[in-house]
Each structure stands twice: as structure tokens, then as C-alpha cells.
């Protein structure tokens, strides 16, 4: 398949909807069967002539198909009256199930066509010790490989799947195994797997019947709109396709690639999405064949399960309708290529398809702000069935069934829309990629209130309606309630409303980004359209019907009307209540019993002659029935009836309106409900009724007082008056008693004075409430945070930036600049005092001082809210004299290692400046600086100081560096050799590993080695023997220790200028050659070859004193640890021994042979490479 890539970000705007009546389906024959309904239809082929096996009300008709222009019925298999029959085939075998009767399965041998046919039926079997009898199944697959029957639905148990094998006789089938988890409407099996679609569990399941007896359930997966009518799997066995059989549901495709993670892969349905029920799906090849009810017939391209997209159809129906009419059945396997289609009203349809691969678009949507977006409607507008959205990541992938230019709209809220003009080709795939433009939202806050009282009403309705989008808000405790816009003066309709308020409407209202808050006023009184709902109450007896808040879409039934096609007139929306609203019901209607509708309750006490009002709509069948409309108006204890409908009610299925006075059935008190009554008596006769109700309002003047006042201000602020006066407006008949409810004030509560005073001592929030009664009843109105008591601004005074009274001293014959620094915003401010000068272009104040002394002044603050404070305050004007002091501390001397973090510091009596320069940094500014724990060889912190004090200045210069500390480079041990009366450097060191090769019979000096001589070092440690504490000097002799002993020594170098280091050195004490200071080495001599060596060394050692005596031998690694170990034998009676030492074990490096007789050795070094 083709890809051709477009990339956009134009913006068009073309809108167009094309409806196809058929597309790429030709009708090439049909048979009319008159009034005779027809279910599901099969296809067999036999010595070369095609039929169709169509299921009929009354039978099966048996039709030769092979001229589709000429079809004729020529065998006719009796069967049960019943609308449900379905035909599968095996063989020369058909196989036919109905839903009523009592015959069980019908087994029609169909080898004789078209002379005759043979039928036989099959009604019980056995499964083990079970007996199986069935009398009506609703429908069946038969695997046409290995004629394996599943029958489901049947009446057995729970209704699910019977199994039968009939290799051996077809005509009387065993039964192999049952399925009975669930009721199952019908399966299809491949491969010993199958497929159940268990419509009432709203799902598909995956069983293997490999071992048909024990049937073992692998998967279950639910389905969109849960009514799992049919299911069927694609050649290669990975994706299944399932249909819901309820109104605008879908055609579902799945991945079943991971039975244990199973994936849908994309949805389809036809266009309008609440319409037309889809009922028998069937895969042929890279296609979907569907039998769509009022559809008709539908192909659908699947060679991406991912996007199903619609490529032929053909209309069966002449209705239009969501009901289950039209095409039930499809078959799209005949060997000529034709379909058979079974319309139930219409008849049988031979068709001729074109199977033509979709033209698809995919590509990406994101913001112009580059990100993806997710949810945009992309739909290509000659056909709506194509819309899809696009994913998390912004992509989607949609077709159509046409070739050639056509739009493509891209629409998300929020966004400004985009349209695409792309040129489709069928079988090639366009990539279109967009970027939509990101609108900027805006918010508009909405306030409901009383429109007399002005209170605010809390759970107030507000629906805002326009061509993008519906939102519907419900207020707070406040009232209040907001919505977010996208799009500039888009007209919208609001409507707003209340339980006790007359509801309002407000038609094109525009709205943009300067409507920061919209207040509706709505109107006292009772008055219910059904715009909202405002909790009217439905209950009923009946079997039938029900009271629903919808809007009216008509019935008509034999010539009347039975259900209103619109609601009344004259009021705001287009919703009421009725008692029957659907279309998929021949004559829906109340049946059976009653359907009640109850008000909220009405107070109606206060109201001076009340009436209600409302709009009603009857009807009932003629002649002869005996159902009524009935409105009754009850207080809970008694109940009176108002008015009632009858057959002799003139103008029946009219709306209608009716008043009454309250006071004639009831008194009119608070708590009263009116209710709705249509009832279907059920006196044997059957007659249709259906009521309507709308517009209720309750009419009359309001007795009682309206609460309202009206204060001299809402916000004062907290000086020296803090005073309130509110003005009682209630509207009404006169209160006789008025209560003012005024937390935080001096007088929280005061009654029955019309207009008091109050006085706030503290600033803040305050509420502010009144009640008012009289005979009629009592009102009330209370306003949260109402009155606002602001507090004086808090502020500071700066004076040359600074903050008092923190600031520089002040000099004579100087100016300096005056402002303020305050907690809120500031209106105004000024200074008065000497000196004070106020420059009129700059806004700003300055003082000058002459001379010398202490003055007074006032700085002035005004706020935002019109709030003052006032602030007194001295400043003190200095002579020109005292020069200032500066100090350095911190000026000894500052070793570099001394793991010490010090402050190097100056002070001075008078403002300064400071400018540091360092090998750590520089810094500005500071009085203080840090430097780190070691400064290194070339430490330094050099600080420069200006100082000045009024006209006296000075500055001042100084360094200071840090002191390189002595540093231990070595630490060597050596041994005392009585023979040669002198220390030896041992070749037993101070090791990485911190081991000392040593003897308890030798002494051994550790000699320290230094840069930065001279020095003085201090000895200490711990484990030593004898006990040892410190010692001074360049080295130190340790005289005996503990094999396998850990030793602690400390060295600590002090140089002339106090600089100090301290190394401390742990070593464990070995005994790598024991005795080694009294041996003799003149005695031994040692002959190794080769050296270097790699593999082994060959060693001679001749002693010039001892004869035949034993020789023992060792090797030391550079760590002074023994690794080798030999003691052989003189083997001729001579002073010589020669032997082979082992080192292809040893790691390379230098180590140490030690050889010794007696008390005499000697010392060979051996290299091992």
C-alpha cells in the first residue's frame, strides 16, 4: 500500500454531509414473500447450483439462487410459527434451530435438491449419566470442516452451548459436550476454541473444547454496550469481531494475539451514533459483512483491525428507524462471490459486492505550542461514520470508502478548528499531519441571587448552551458558580433556575474575555418547566410506562397521536414529562397499573390566594376505555382529587392548560405536593394511555415580609470612626418584628430598631444577617463578608535606602533621599519636618540638613483603601568630625593543614566598604570571610577598607598567609645486627597492607624523613611493650612486641613556626624470619638459576661448617608473608643441596629466598616474570 505525506497548518472551513442510500453493493435479483416475515438466511452449494436456506415465520424456504436475476423457492421445510430461525449447514446436511416450538433441531438432508429433501429431528441425547432434551434453541454453528454442532440458547439448564458430533450419523447426532456458565445467543468455533457471545453477561468468552466433555474456559472479555450478540474470527486466527445488538451500538474488533491480555483494537458504527442497531457480523477475508437491521447491508474494510472503515452498503429497508427491522441476515460465502440478504419485511436480496479497499488518512495532531493533543475529532465530513480521535500521543488513523477531494475537519474545545482538503486514494494511505492553534480560556463567574431580596441562591441551576460545547453548573453556598469559554462573542443561551424561583432564559447572549462575571436575578415564586430538575418524584405499580423528564419525540399509532411529539408551548425549553418516549415500541403506554409523578413540596402559606396553574396532555384509546389522567393535591394527611380524564376528555393528545384555586380543595399552608396520576385500571380490557404534563407555576402575591437593608457603606476603615449604619428596605407586608444579626461589632445582635449603628473595633470580615416577620411567616437574608473593616497601612521609613532606625549617621550641610516601605498598596504618602523638600516632578521627598541636633518629623501613609496611619520620629544631624577606627582580627599566623576553619574579620565605628582578593574567591561587601580547611601552598586573603564618616575618610590595606606545614614523606624501620653492631634497613617494611616483618628477640627503629626541615617530632602510640607514651626526635626505637599484635603509632611534625602535621601508622607485628639478627651469613652460600625465572628455579646451597645436617628453605612475597616452604635431606652425604622451588603459582614481583642451617642463613633475592 501506497503512503503519500502531507504536511499542514492551513486553516479552511468546509462543512458537508453526504448520505449514501448504497455504495459498491448491486442488487441483481430479489423474492418477495408477501407478509410473511423473514429471520436469518445460510447458503449451500450443490452440482453446481447455489441456494439460499432463508428462515421464515412459519418454516424454511429453500431458493435457487444460480440465476440471482430469477430466484425461485423450490422446497419449502415446515417449522414453528416463530420469528427466530437460523440455518447452518454441513456437508449435504442443513442443520435449523427455532426459538419456539417443541421439535428440537431440524436435520434436513438436502442431496435430493431440488426434487425434494429429507428432514429429521433430534431432541434429546446422553452425556455421560445425563440426559439431554432440548424442545428450541435460538440459534447454532456448525464447523463446516469437521461438522461439529453447537447448539446455543437452548431450553436446557442455564442455557448455554450443547455440543454434538455427527460424523457418524448425521441425522443423529451424539452429544460430545455442554457449556453452561452462561446463557450464550450464539458462538463460532475454529481449532477446538470457541467463541461464545453471552449477550445477557454483556460478553465474549474464549473455551477450549478440545476435550468437549470438560470445556475450560480461557478468557472472558466484555463488550462495549454489553449486549454481545455475534462474534467471528479472521482467517489467521488473531483478531475476532463481536456485535451488540442494542440501539447505536458498535461492531468491536480484538486482538486475541495474548488470550490473557486481550486488546480491542478499533470500534465502528453507522452514523447517527444513536440510531440503528447492528446484528450479524461474518469475516470474509480482509472484510467485515454485516447484516445492519434498517441498514441494510454494510462492508467494512478490516485489513487494519485497528481502523475499520466502511467501503460498501447496501440499504435493504424501506424504513428508517432504530428498531429491529430491516436486514437480519447476511451471507457472503457463495462460490460466485454473491451475498444472499434477508430482510425481515422486505424479502430476499440477491447482491453483487465490489470489494474495494478503503482510502485512509493518518498523521498526528499537536498545539502550536508543540505538545500532543489528545481526544481532537478528526472526520472526514462526505461520510461522519469516519470520525475518530486521536490518542494520548496525538495520532489517529481514520478511511473512507471513496476516492477523490474531500474535507477533513480537526476539532478539539479548546482549539481553534482546523479543516483539511485532502485528495483520497482508495488502496493508499495520506499522512496529514496538523497543528491546531491553542485558544486562550477565559473564566466568567456567575452569581444567582433573589431578584427583589438581592440574597444569593445557593444550588441554583445554570445551564450555558452553544454550537462548541453545554455546560451545566449548580452554585455554592455563596451562590456563585463559574465557566471556562474558549471562543470570543460565540452566542449562548443561559438558563437559570430554582425550587422556589421562576426560571429565566437569556438567548444569544456573547461572552468574551472582558465578561469577568455575569449576575442572574431570578424571581420569587414557583415555577417548573422541566428545564432542570428539581426533584419531582416518579414511582409506579404499572408493568409498563413510567413518568420520564425527556423531550417528547411522537408516536403515532393506527392514525393517533399516543405519545406528544413536542412539549407546550410558551415556555422556556423543550422538556416535560411523559409517561411512554420510545420509538423501538409499536405503542408504548401505561399498562397494568399506575404511574405517579410528585412535586417537591409547595409552601404556600404566605401566599395570598394561591393558584396553581399547568399544562397537561391525555390520551387513551376509543373507544371503550376506561384509564384515567388524575391530579390530586395532598398536605400528608389528606389527599383531595383536583381533576380527572377520561375517555369523554375534549381535545384528547393536546397539551392544555388548567388553573385551580388551592383554597378550594385544601387550605393553603406550607408542605403541600401536587400529584400526577395516569392509570390503566385493569379491568380485562387492554387500552392504550399515555399522559403529558408541563409548565407548572403557582400563582399569587407573597403575604409575608421580604427580608432586604441596604448599609451606608461595605467598607470603612479601622480610625478613629469605624462606624456602620444599615437602612432596613424589606419589601412586603410590614414586619412586626425585625432582628439584625452583626458579628464583630460592638452590638452582635440588635432587635427591632429599623436602621441601627454599629461600630467595628477590629479589622477584618464581618456578616452581616436580618430577619424579619410577620403573621405570614418570617424571611431572611444574610450576606457573608459583607462589611469590611481595612486596617491601618503598616509601613517604614527609608532614609538613604536604609531602614529606621537602622540607618547611617546623618551630617550636616548633606541631602538625603526619603521614602517609605508599607505592607499594602500605597495611594499617597509625605513627610513634614526641617529640612523636608518635596520634588513635584519625581514625586519624591528628600531632607537637607544644616546643622547639627536633633529634629522631629512626621511620615503620612495613605492605602489603596483610603486608610491612613502616621508614624513620629527623631533623627540626629552629626558634626563633620570623629575619624573612624578600623580592625583587623584574626591576624596570626594561619598553618595550611591545620583542618581548622577560621573567620578572617574587620570591624570599624563607621560605615565602610570592603573589597576582598584571595586564592579562594573574591568577595564584595563583606565583613567577614571564610576560608576553607586547607589553603594550600600559596595561601593568601588580602583585604582592602574605605571607611568614611560624615567628611572624615580613611582606608586601610592588609594580608594575610597561610603557613605551609612540615610534611612526613617516610617512615622506615630498621634492625639491629649484633654481628655487624649497626641498624639495617629492614626489608620487612611498613607494607600497604601495614604488616612489619619482625622478631621478638630484635629491637627496631622507625626513622621519620620530612620536607620543611628543621622540625621536632612527637612520638606516641598504643599496644606497645614495654608501655610507651611519647617520645621526641626524628625517630624512635621500639625494643619488643606481640606476635599478631596491632600496633598504633602516631607521629607528629611541629615546625619553627608552629605548623603542625600529625600521620598515624597501624601495623601488625609478624614473625616473617624468625632470629633473623643471629644468623651468620659467611657460612651458607645460595646459587639460583635461572633469574628471572617464570615457571620454577633450581636452587644449590653449599655449607662450608656443616655436614649433612638438614637445610631448610623459604620464600617470602615483598610483604614479607611466606609462600613457599622446602627441608629436604642431603642426598649423597655431601655439603651440597640442589632443589627445584615452585613458581608458576606465585603472582609476578620480587621475592626473598631465605635458606638456613643451625643458626647461619643467607638471603638470595628471586624475580619472577
Known amino acids: 500500500m501506497n503512503k503519500i505525506i502531507l504536511t499542514t497548518v492551513a486553516i479552511l472551513c468546509v462543512y458537508n454531509n453526504v448520505a449514501w442510500a448504497q455504495l459498491n453493493i448491486e442488487k441483481l435479483g430479489y423474492l418477495d414473500y408477501g407478509t410473511t416475515c423473514l429471520s436469518n ?41 416463530g420469528i427466530w430461525r437460523e440455518i ?17 433441531l431440524t436435520i434436513v438432508d438436502l442431496s435430493p435438491l431440488p426434487d425434494t429433501v429429507y428432514t429429521y429431528y433430534w431432541k434429546q441425547g446422553v452425556l455421560g449419566s445425563d440426559t439431554v432434551n432440548i424442545t428450541n434453541c435460538h440459534a447454532l454453528f456448525v464447523n463446516e470442516q469437521t461438522g461439529r454442532i453447537y447448539l446455543t440458547g437452548c431450553d436446557y439448564k442455564n442455557k448455554g452451548v450443547i455440543m454434538l458430533d455427527p460424523s457418524n450419523s448425521p441425522q443423529n447426532p451424539q452429544v460430545a459436550g455442554v457449556y453452561n456458565n452462561q446463557y450464550v445467543h450464539d458462538c463460532y468455533e475454529r481449532k477446538d476454541t470457541l467463541y461464545t457471545a453471552e449477550i ?99 462492508i467494512n474494510d478490516i485489513s487494519d483491525p485497528h481502523t475499520i472503515v466502511e467501503v460498501g452498503n447496501y440499504d435493504t429497508s424501506a424504513l428508517l428507524n432504530n428498531n429491529f427491522n430491516g436486514c437480519w441476515g447476511v451471507y457472503p460465502y457463495l462460490p460466485s462471490g454473491l451475498f444472499l440478504a434477508s430482510d425481515m419485511e422486505e424479502g430476499l436480496f440477491i447482491l453483487k459486492p465490489s470489494f474495494i479497499q478503503a482510502a485512509f488518512i493518518e498523521g498526528k495532531v499537536i498545539s502550536n505550542f508543540g505538545f500532543d493533543i489528545p481526544d481532537v475529532s478528526v472526520t472526514i465530513l462526505e461520510d461522519l461514520n469516519t470520525a475518530v480521535k486521536t490518542n494520548f500521543s496525538g495520532k489517529y488513523k481514520t478511511g473512507i470508502g471513496t476516492s477523490g477531494e474531500k474535507a477533513v475537519v480537526f476539532y478539539k474545545y479548546g482549539f481553534e478548528p482546523d479543516t483539511i ?89 456573547t461572552l468574551n474575555a472582558d465578561t469577568k462575571s455575569i449576575t442572574i436575578e431570578l424571581l420569587p415564586g414557583y415555577y417548573d418547566d422541566f428545564t432542570f430538575d428539581f426533584g419531582w418524584i416518579a414511582t409506579k405499580t404499572a408493568e409498563k410506562g413510567q413518568w420520564t423528564r425527556t423531550k417528547p419525540i411522537g408516536k403515532y399509532f393506527i392514525g393517533d397521536t399516543i405519545v406528544p411529539f413536542a412539549d407546550a408551548t410558551n415556555d422556556i425549553a423543550d422538556l416535560a414529562f411523559v409517561t411512554a418516549n420510545s420509538i423501538s415500541e409499536d405503542a408504548p403506554n401505561v399498562s397494568k397499573g399506575y404511574v405517579m409523578l410528585t412535586s417537591p413540596a409547595l409552601n404556600l402559606a404566605a401566599i395570598e390566594n394561591p393558584k396553581i396553574s399547568y399544562q397537561r396532555w391525555f390520551y387513551t384509546q376509543n373507544p371503550g376505555s376506561d384509564d384515567h389522567y388524575r391530579v390530586l393535591l395532598s398536605n400528608g394527611t389528606d389527599t383531595v382529587e383536583v381533576e380527572a380524564l377520561d375517555l369523554n376528555f375534549t381535545p384528547l393528545s393536546e397539551w392544555v392548560t388548567h388553573t385551580f384555586t388551592v383554597a378550594d380543595y385544601l387550605p393553603p399552608t406550607d408542605g403541600l405536593f401536587l400529584i400526577v396520576l395516569v392509570e390503566d385500571l385493569e379491568t380485562g380490557n387492554n387500552h392504550i394511555t399515555n399522559g403529558g404534563f408541563d409548565v407548572f407555576e403557582v400563582l399569587g402575591q407573597s403575604k409575608k415580609p421580604v427580608a432586604k437593608f441596604t448599609p451606608t457603606s461595605t467598607t470603612i476603615c479601622l480610625n478613629d470612626n469605624n462606624s456602620v449604619k444599615f437602612l432596613n428596605t424589606s419589601l412586603g407586608d410590614p414586619a412586626t418584628e425585625t432582628i439584625w444579626y452583626l458579628p464583630g461589632s460592638t452590638t452582635p445582635v440588635v432587635i427591632n430598631d429599623p436602621s441601627p449603628t454599629v461600630t467595628y473595633p477590629n479589622a477584618g470580615t464581618y456578616d452581616v ?41 546623618l551630617c550636616e550641610n548633606s541631602v538625603y533621599e526619603l521614602g517609605i516601605n508599607a505592607d499594602v498598596p500605597i495611594e499617597s504618602y509625605f513627610f513634614e519636618g526641617p529640612g523636608i523638600i518635596f520634588d513635584a516632578v519625581s514625586g519624591k521627598y528628600s531632607l537637607n540638613t544644616t546643622l547639627p541636633g536633633t529634629y522631629t518629623y512626621t511620615a503620612t501613609v495613605t492605602d489603596n483603601n483610603g486608610c491612613t496611619n502616621q508614624l513620629n520620629f527623631n533623627l540626629e544631624v552629626h558634626a563633620n568630625t570623629n575619624p573612624p577606627v578600623l580592625t583587623l582580627a584574626n591576624s596570626e599566623a594561619i598553618c595550611s593543614n591545620n583542618n581548622t576553619t577560621v573567620n578572617l574579620q574587620f570591624t570599624a565605628d563607621m560605615p565602610y566598604t570592603t573589597t576582598w582578593n584571595t586564592n579562594f574567591g573574591s568577595f564584595e561587601n563583606t565583613t567577614t570571610v571564610t576560608p576553607p580547611a586547607t589553603w594550600g601552598n600559596d595561601g593568601y586573603a588580602c583585604v582592602h577598607l574605605e571607611g568614611q564618616f560624615c567628611s572624615t575618610k580613611t582606608q586601610f590595606d592588609t594580608c594575610i598567609y597561610a603557613n605551609i606545614a612540615p610534611k612526613i614523606d617516610t617512615i622506615t624501620p630498621y634492625f639491629y645486627n649484633e ?23 630484635n629491637s627496631i627503629k622507625l626513622q621519620a624523613t620530612a620536607t620543611n626541615l628543621p622540625f621536632s617530632t612527637q612520638w606516641s ?28 603509632l602516631t607521629a607528629k611534625l611541629i615546625d619553627a613556626k608552629g605548623c603542625q602535621t600529625e600521620n598515624v601508622f597501624e601495623f601488625l607485628a609478624a614473625a616473617c624470619i624468625d632470629g633473623i639478627n643471629d644468623l651468620r651469613p659467611s657460612e651458607l652460600q645460595c646459587i639460583v638459576q635461572p633469574n628471572p625465572a617464570t615457571e620454577q628455579v633450581i636452587i644449590v646451597v653449599t655449607s662450608t661448617k656443616y655436614d649433612n645436617e638438614p637445610i631448610e628453605t623459604r620464600l617470602y612475597n615483598a610483604l614479607g608473608q611466606e609462600v613457599w616452604r622446602g627441608q629436604p635431606q642431603y642426598p649423597d652425604g655431601l655439603n651440597r643441596l640442589q632443589m627445584v622451588v615452585p613458581l608458576q603459582n606465585l603472582a609476578f614481583g620480587m621475592y626473598n629466598l631465605v635458606a638456613w642451617c643451625g643458626n647461619t642463613y643467607v638471603r638470595t633475592a628471586i624475580v619472577r616474570q
Open 979 to 1001: 654481628a655487624q653492631q649497626a641498624w639495617i634497613p629492614s626489608d620487612g617494611i611498613l607494607t600497604n597492607d601495614h604488616v612489619l616483618c619482625t622478631s621478638t628477640q
Open 421 to 509: 482538503k485532502v485528495n483520497f486514494v482508495n488502496g493508499e494511505t495520506m499522512e496529514v499531519n496538523v497543528t491546531l492553534n491553542q485558544k486562550q480560556p477565559f473564566v466568567v463567574d456567575f452569581t444567582v441571587v433573589d431578584a427583589i431580596s438581592k440574597k444569593i441562591i445557593p444550588d441554583a441551576k445554570i445551564d450555558i448552551k452553544n454550537f462548541y460545547k453545554n455546560q451545566s453548573l449548580i452554585t455554592d453556598n455563596n451562590g456563585q458558580a463559574n465557566a471556562i469559554f474558549y471562543y470570543d462573542d460565540l452566542p449562548s443561551d443561559i438558563f437559570s433556575g430554582a425550587w422556589g424561583w421562576r426560571t429565566q432564559g437569556f438567548a444569544n447572549q
Open 41 to 81: 438466511v445460510w447458503g449451500y452449494t450443490q452440482n453446481g447450483k447455489e441456494y439460499a436456506l432463508v428462515g421464515l415465520c412459519n418454516g424454511t424456504s429453500i431458493v435457487d439462487v444460480t440465476d440471482p436475476a430469477n430466484p425461485a423457492e423450490v422446497q419449502h421445510v415446515a417449522g414453528p410459527d
Open 769 to 809: 444577617g436580618l430577619v424579619v416577620k410577620n403573621a405570614y411567616g418570617s424571611d431572611s437574608v444574610y450576606f457573608a463578608n459583607l462589611i469590611i473593616v481595612n486596617p491601618k497601612p503598616n509601613f517604614e521609613v527609608l532614609i538613604a535606602t536604609k531602614t529606621y532606625p537602622n540607618i547611617d549617621p
Open 1021 to 1048: 602510640g598504643e599496644n606497645l611493650i614495654p608501655a610507651f607514651v611519647s617520645a621526641n626526635g626524628d625517630s624512635i626505637v621500639l625494643n619488643e612486641f606481640n606476635f599478631d599484635l596491632s600496633y598504633y
Open 200 to 298: 445477557y453477561a454483556g460478553q465474549f468468552s474464549v473455551i477450549d473444547v478440545s476435550k468437549p466433555a470438560t470445556p475450560n474456559v480461557l478468557a472472558v472479555q466484555k463488550t462495549p454496550d454489553f449486549f454481545t450478540h455475534n462474534c467471528w474470527l479472521t482467517d489467521n486466527g488473531r483478531y475476532l469481531f463481536t456485535t451488540d445488538e442494542v440501539q447505536g451500538a458498535y461492531i468491536t474488533g480484538y486482538d486475541l494475539s495474548d488470550i490473557n491480555d486481550i486488546k480491542e483494537t478499533d470500534r465502528f458504527r453507522t452514523y447517527p451514533p444513536v440510531g440503528v442497531i447492528p446484528h450479524n457480523t461474518y469475516v470474509k477475508g480482509n472484510y467485515l459483512v454485516t447484516s445492519y437491521y434498517a441498514n441494510g447491508v454494510i
Open 88 to 104: 447452518k449447514t454441513w456437508q449435504n446436511w442443513a442443520f435449523i434451530t427455532s426459538q419456539t416450538g417443541s421439535i428440537g
